[in-house]
Each structure stands twice: as C-alpha cells, then as structure tokens.
C-alpha cells in the first residue's frame, strides 16, 4: 500500500530497504519508471499516479532516515495538494491586498495569523500521519524515542518541525514531515563535555548563534569544541560530567536554552548576571519576556518579520519602537539576553543590507548595538565555519581562499580578527621544526587578513643573546615570513612581575625554598610543599626576598596553588618565578628574578590580543596549566590550536646537540648544509613556496612521526623542477672523447630552451665542435654502427670504437630508435671548472632512543666532492641560482664561477629519489 492507501502495482512493491544507500538506490529506479511511464505512447494514468505515490513515500523514508533531509541535500518538502495551493494563493492575495491599503489592523493580522495556523496544524497532521506510515513501513518501532545521548530528557522540536508548522501559509520552506519525523536514535552523534553541535543542513537562524554569543561576551567561547552532525534535527550543547543531572540527561537542546546555561555556568562573573536580567526577579522576568516573544517571532518566515512581512513586520515594530526610541537596549542601559534573542529572531543578519533592514526595525541609528555588534558578528561566523564550509565573508562580500590541502579549518577564527604568534627563544638559530610552526601560523594570519605577531620569549638570561635574535629575523626572512609586528616577552617584566603579585595576595601562589630534587619527588609523590599555606604577607616578604637579588633570596621560587593531587602534572604547583643574575640582553640588570615561559605566555598572548595560540601536542598537557593562569587572572582568553611536532630521521633537531656539531667541527657552522636548521636547508636548495606546502600539508596532523627526508625533497623537486634551467657538465677525470668526423674544424653554435617545458624562459647558446666529450659510464659497451644521441644537438653513428671513438652526425637521424640519450660537452677553451658537492644524513641511525648516545651514531662519511668540465653557459650563475646538470639532477650555485682558481661550487639538491637520472650516482649514491 501506498502512504494515502492506495494500491501499488505489483512491479514497484519491494522489500523495505535497509540503508540510506538502499533508499538512494530505490528513488532513483522509482524516478525513472514514472519518467518511462510518462513518455509512454498512450500513458496509463492509473499507473503514473501508483508510481508517483510509491516515489514519494520512498523519499519520505529516506527524510525519515536522514533526519528530515532529502536525497539532494535539502530539507523534505512535502508535496501540496492542489487544494493546498489555491488555498496558499489566496491567503497570499490577502495579504498582498491588506500591504497595498496599509490597513486592517491588528485584527486583520490576528485574522490572518489564525488561518495561516489552522492551515499548518492541518498540514502538520496530514504530515505526522504520513511520517509515522513511512516510519512503520521502514521497521522503525522506536520512532518517538529520545536521541541517543540525551538520557531521556525531552528533546526540542526540530527545526524543520518549526519551520513546517510556522511557515507553512507563508512559504514551503520546510518539511512537515520532517517536523512530524522523530530523530534516528542510533544516528547522533553523543556529544562529549562542552561540545556544542549542529545540523550543517540547517538555516544560520537555526545554528546556536545565541549561544555562541553568550560564550563570546563571558569569555569562555575557548572553552566550547565546536562540531556539526548532519544527524541533529536542532543544536545541542554536552552538559560536563559530575553533578545530579535530572534523567541522567547529558545533553541540553535549543539555542536559548544554551545561551541561559552558558551564562549561568559563570556565576556573576563577568557580568553575566547582568546579562541574565540582574539579581532582581523583576529583571529576570522581563528578559524572559523578551525571550518568550524572540521564540515567538521565530516561527515565522524571514520576510513576514523583515520589511516584507506586510502586517507581521508592522505588528513587530509597534511592540519594539516603543522601548527603542528612548534607548539604546530593551531593558536598562546594558546588553542582556533580551537584546541577543530578539535581534537573533529577526533573522541573524550577516550581510549589510539584511542589517540595515533589522536595524530600522530595531530603530537603531547603525546596523545593530555597538557593543552587540563585535559578539554577534562573531557568533554568527563561528556559526557559520563550524560546518566546515567557510562560508564566512570578507568586507565588500570577497570569500576566503580555499583551504590549502593538509590544514584545518582554524577553529572560532573570523575574519579580519585573527592574531597569531610565533614565540621563539633567542637561544639558538631556527630549525625546519620551527619554520613549520611559524609557517602554519603565517598561513592562518594571511588566509584570514589577520596579523602574526613575531615574540621573543626572551626570559631566561642565562641562554640568550642578540646573534641568535638577529638570526632568527634573517631565518624567517629566507623562508618568506614578514610577521606583521615584533615584540618582546621583557618589555612586559614589569607588568608580570604586578601580576605574581596579584596572585601572591589574592591566595593562589606562594612562596617555596624547597630544594628541587624533593620538589620534583613531592611533585611526583602528589605532596603539598610545607610552604602552601603560607601567608599572603609572608609570601609577599619573600618574593621581595628573591628579586633583590640577594644570596639569601636565591633559594626562593614562586609556585602557583592549583591542584596537588592532579593526574595532570603541569597543574601540581609549578613554578612561575626564578631569580637569576646573569644580566639580560636587552634589559641588563634591570631584574634579578624572571617569569617562567608557563607564566609570561598566557599573560602576554592575552595582553597583545592572540587569538589563536598555535603549539605542538608536546605542550597538550601544559595547556590546561595556560587555561588555568588565563581563567584565574580573569584576563582575556585565547584559543589554543595543536599540531604535531616536525622529526625527521637521521637527524637531530636539540640545540644542545646541534651545538655539539658545530663546537667540535663537525660542520662548517649553523648554515651547514646537512644541518636542519633553516639556514641549512635554504643553502642545501629547498624552495620556499615547496617549504611551505609541505608544511602545512602536514599541518592538519596531530600524530608525532618521522618524517622521511626523501618526502621533504620529493616535494621541493616538484617546484624547482618548473624553472631549474638545463646545463650540462661531464666528469673531469672520468670522461671520453668523440669525434664527429663531419661537423667540420673550429666551432660552432646551436641555440636550445633553457627549460624545453616552457620556450618562455628563453634560450641558450651551445658551442658545438669536432670533438666531444662523454661520460665514460655512458660508453661501456659501445658498438661500431650503433646510433646515439647528443642531447639537444642530434644523432650520431659510430664508426669506430678501438683507439678512440668516432662517429658522423646524421642530419635528420631517428632520435626515438636510438636508445642511448647522453649529455656532451664540446671540448672548447670557454668551458669552466666546477665543483659538486654531495651530502649525506650526519646520524647514522634511523631514530635515536631516549637512552642513545647521539655521539656514537655520527656518520664518518657526510661530504664528498666531485670536479667536472661544466658549460660555459654556467658562467652567467649567481648565487642561489638553481639549475639542473641534465641527467646529474639539480643543484643550487653556492658560489658563482670567479676564475680558475675559484671554480663554480654547485650543491647537489636531493630530489626524493633513490637512484639518480642515470648512472651517474655520484659518490653518495645521489644522496
């Protein structure tokens, strides 16, 4: 039967499908027997209707299935009896009547609210009672079951249920029976702690911009994992775990419904109970007002509450411009729920034009509140990111860039309000680790026409100095980072050091002599220092004690009072202040005691306006310490993002260790190139551009691997292989000559591509002679009569092998059937002495062991060098050129060609291969 009763024909009965794809499967094959039918000869109009019925109750099991959502990604809208529709003309003819007279009244708006009620009840129960037929029919016994997760506390309706039952009379923008359909138990996704969700499917005025908003004025929106689930009928907030929760329910559903327990959840802290309709019931009933009539004007559709909505829009006015000529909120002279709801209700506007329009409803002289503004523009773009669109707009209506392939969606970033920071240590020269946290953060800064901040964290003395602080400006220059603003961690010593005072009185740090080796075991062992519940003053006498920079201070440290008897050890006391005597680089001997990198980082990143804080997954732990100290200062907080940390076999990345190489003379200096420091890998070849995709390429990973050296060149070689330009050099020692007996005395010229990929980068002169020279590897079994072929010049048939080789070119000869393809020089006076230089992996092991001595790993043979006879073309190199030696591989001109006793110096750039072009390994296997 079908879903109104009717018989199906016998052809279109089938088995119930079992899976979405099923459903999919089945519509499809329905859809095209009603086509087949329709185009039949002498239609059969008994049998269209039965397959059009069967259609349609197939694609109300799939809504039913998908939560409400068709099998194109839309919300199900239930097909209008004719009936329906006259009766939809006509009620719209009225209105358009009742707009053109500008009267009626608040009568007829109540007589037309009260037929377009009747007429969505009226749909809404045709639709219920069709849904639940197709629920039947699908097996679903448990169709008014509660969603998994919400350990059956009642569930919100959903927003197609809402919208069906509103705005049906008005428009057919949603489903009926997807309002009537409940939701797919198995199907949601249970949501952890403070996890908010929502359907990506739904409409912004449905997404929990309220919510959202509400986190963003408390200051904790870093505290809220945003995710969306296609599953979800209405947006959801995870309750956290502990506590008597009525029902066992985990869940809270509803935009407002989160917004008043996101606001709760801070107590009267930052203004919240403000907020909320102050500590008066008076107040808070009145916002609640407000909010009862913001849900109320939910229900209807965006045009009956926008200047469109003839007497809706007029009735919407009368009750607001009342309480809005005379100020500036609807109640008191601050932002409360009331504001947030009720400008939420009147259709989240993000474009201009749809604030303008809210605006004069909401007689504000610009396009929403000030103070409202900055909150609900966010909100509503964290709204809109969230489902992994990016549909966030920037000013003047330009989209985002698309995401480059490898990173994440940076989470609760908005545009033109992102800032980021790259804080290095001036204790040591950048390596590939760094340039990949400072990259990513770069690429987030420019995607969202946000700034990146360049910090030094210069608060340890004792390791900094401006040669590593000049570097690491130089290093990021190479690698094409310009951040947007420098600062310093010291420039705010003096603000720190009020802060560890404010927290010494208000009872949340102290003051510790304890030795550090029965601190680290009372730490270990969960053991509160005998010094914990030390007095405020005492504490304060103390810390004087330590930055006067007396001996007798120096045993003293300043340790923060959060929780001992954490399974997180970075929140059992650490400590926040040292003294320390060596003079500061740049402040001198200003202060005897520092801030620890735990304490001056959530500090400055919430003073200097971060907003996302990137940090590898080795500081996961350390994060909720930088939560902890951001909550307990009541400063600002920032977001933190985590990606995983660059390792790379072979190779050591610790400055201590690095510093080893260069102090012993292992390497020539921190520009060595087998060192991976930037500097080494810049003069060893890579490409900016290829450094920076294979960066962020690994920039979504939150998995610590180690990464493959060949895979870092494979990568660079993609790039540099676009405008490497071609020479060709032959082995000084190790080479043939051939003489071509008929390319006639003296020398002469041909004219080759540069790059034969791409004519546009020019060409080059090749000097051409009776005598040639070869590779002596390409000669090895040689035959008279075989043909060869001299790169870019043409063939050649030998004539002779035994006492010198000999050949004639061949003008037009057959350059496919030959199968030997070699690089050549002609023996001229303009050729010039080169030098390759080949490197290999310092570390002989793949991965060194916590327990491993690196020193006993040091690989003996790391550097070779090759003399060759290279092209007088090479001549024309500057430093940094990159080039290819046709069938060598690539490399990059470390010094140019100055005279014969300073011949060209050329880096082999790695390619990600195994074996070199030809059987030219060179004496590192082309490493």
């Known amino acids: 039967m079908s879903s109104d009763g009717s018989a199906a024909p016998p052809a279109l009965v089938d088995e119930v499908p079992s899976s979405l794809d099923e459903l999919r499967n089945r519509i499809h094959s329905l859809a095209e027997s009603v086509k087949s039918l329709k185009s039949a000869s002498s239609p059969d109009k008994d049998a269209i209707s039965a397959a059009v019925s069967a259609l349609l109750d197939a694609k109300r099991s799939y809504s039913v299935a998908n939560d409400g959502i068709d099998v194109d990604g839309k919300p199900w809208e ?9 009766r939809m003309e006509k009620e719209a003819k009225k209105r358009a009547a009742a707009a053109e007279s500008g009267g009626g009244g608040d009568a007829n708006d109540a007589n037309l609210a009260k037929n377009e009620d009747n007429a969505a009840k009226k749909a809404a129960k045709k639709a219920e009672a069709k849904a639940k037929k197709a629920a039947a029919k699908s097996g679903d016994g448990k169709a008014a079951a509660a969603p998994s997760g919400s350990g059956g506390a009642p569930v919100a309706p959903s927003s197609a249920a809402t919208k069906a039952t509103a705005s049906r009379p008005v428009s057919s923008s949603a489903s009926a029976a997807a309002a009537a359909a409940p939701a797919a138990p198995s199907s949601v996704i249970g949501l952890r702690p403070n996890q908010i969700s929502f359907n990506p499917n739904s409409p912004l005025s449905e997404r929990p911009v309220v919510a959202l908003t509400a986190a963003i004025l408390a200051n904790v929106i870093v505290d809220y994992d945003l995710v969306s689930d296609h599953n979800r009928r209405v947006c959801a907030l995870g309750l956290p775990g502990g506590g008597n929760r009525p029902n066992g329910a985990t869940e809270i559903a509803g935009d407002l419904a989160m917004a008043r327990y996101v606001a709760r959840s801070v107590g009267g802290r930052r203004g919240m109970t403000d907020f909320l309709g102050g500590p008066s019931i008076e107040g808070r009933a009145l916002v609640d007002q407000y909010v009862d009539y913001a849900s109320s ?169 401006d ?4 570097s690491i400006v130089e290093d990021l220059a190479k690698i094409g980072v310009r951040p947007d603003v420098v600062t310093f961690t010291s420039d705010y010593f003096g603000t720190i050091e009020k802060w560890a005072l ?27 220092s005998r010094h914990r519940d030390q007095s405020p003053s005492e504490a304060l006498g103390f810390f004087k004690l330590m930055c006067s920079g007396s001996e007798e201070g120096s045993v003293w440290c300043l340790r923060a009072k959060i929780d001992m008897t954490s399974d997180n050890g970075t929140l059992r006391d650490p400590v926040l202040y040292r003294q320390n005597l060596t003079p500061h680089h740049r402040s001198g001997t200003t202060y005897k005691a520092y801030p620890t990198y735990d304490l001056a980082c959530p500090i400055v990143d919430s003073i200097e306006g971060v907003t996302h804080a990137l940090r590898t997954t080795e500081y996961d732990d350390r994060n909720a310490q930088f939560a902890w100290i951001q909550r307990a200062l009541g400063l600002r907080r920032v977001r933190i993002q985590t990606f995983a940390r660059m390792n790379f076999m072979y190779t050591v990345m610790s400055k201590r260790k690095l510093t080893w190489f260069v102090e012993t003379g292992k390497v020539t200096g921190w520009d060595d190139p087998r060192f991976p420091t930037v500097r080494g890998v810049t003069r060893r070849g890579i490409d900016v551009g290829a450094l920076k ?24 070689k993609k790039e540099i292989d676009k405008y490497a330009k071609r020479f060709m050099a032959i082995d000084k020692n190790e080479h043939v000559a051939l003489t071509v007996t008929n390319a006639g005395d003296g020398v002469g010229f041909l004219t080759t591509d540069y790059l034969p990929k791409d004519p ?65 020089l002609a023996d001229v006076p303009e050729n010039i002495p080169t030098v390759l230089m080949e490197f290999d992996n310092l570390i002989s092991k793949e991965k060194l062991e916590e327990d491993d001595k690196f020193e006993d790993f040091i690989n003996p043979n790391t550097q ?64």
């Open 760 to 824: 546009s980068f020019g060409k080059r002169l090749v000097r051409i002679s009776k005598t040639v020279l070869l590779e002596k590897v390409d000669t090895d079994g040689m035959e008279v009569g075989e043909s060869i072929v001299l790169t870019r010049w043409g063939v050649v048939e030998l004539t002779k092998i035994e006492g010198g080789l000999e050949g004639i070119f061949i003008p037009g000869g057959d350059v496919k059937s030959a199968k030997r393809k070699l690089s050549w």
């Open 502 to 528: 404010w927290m010494i009185k208000n009872g949340i740090a102290y003051m510790d002599d304890t030795p550090q080796e029965q601190m680290q075991k009372e730490r270990m062992d969960r053991q509160n």
């Open 297 to 465: 004007l939910s229900r209807f559709g965006s045009s009956a509450r926008g200047g469109g909505g003839g007497g809706r829009a007029r009735a919407v006015r009368r009750t607001l411009d009342p309480v809005l000529r005379v100020g500036t909120y609807l109640l008191g002279h601050s932002m409360t729920l009331a504001d947030v709801a009720v400008f939420a209700a009147l259709g989240f506007p993000s474009s201009d034009e749809a604030r303008a329009e809210i605006a004069s409803m909401m007689m504000h002289p610009s396009s929403e509140p000030p103070s409202q503004s900055v909150a609900i523009r966010e909100a509503t773009q964290l709204a809109i990111g969230i489902a992994g669109k990016d549909e966030a707009r920037l000013e003047g209506g330009a989209s985002l860039e698309p995401m480059m392939p490898g990173m994440n969606h940076l989470e609760g970033a908005t545009p033109g309000n992102v800032s980021v920071r790259f804080p290095p240590e001036p204790s040591g020269y950048l390596h590939v680790g760094h340039a990949k946290a400072v990259l990513l953060s770069d690429y987030y800064a420019r995607r969202y026409r946000g700034r990146l901040i360049l910090r030094f964290d210069d608060t340890n003395p004792t390791k900094e100095k």
């Open 693 to 716: 995709r294979f960066m962020c390429s690994q920039g979504a990973s939150r998995r610590v691997v180690n990464m493959e050296w060949s895979k870092f060149w494979a990568e660079n």
């Open 864 to 927: 070779a060098e090759t003399e060759v006879i290279g092209d007088a073309g090479l001549k024309t190199l500057k430093e940094n050129d990159i080039i290819q030696l046709e069938r060598r591989g690539y490399y990059r001109v470390d010094r140019p060609y100055i005279n014969e006793a300073k011949p060209l110096i050329l880096f082999m750039i790695p390619d990600g291969k195994k074996k070199a072009m030809s059987g030219l390994d060179g004496k590192l296997a082309h490493h």
């Open 78 to 86: 239930e097909p209008m009896s004719k009936a329906e529709k006259k």
């Open 467 to 470: 040669e590593y602080q000049s």
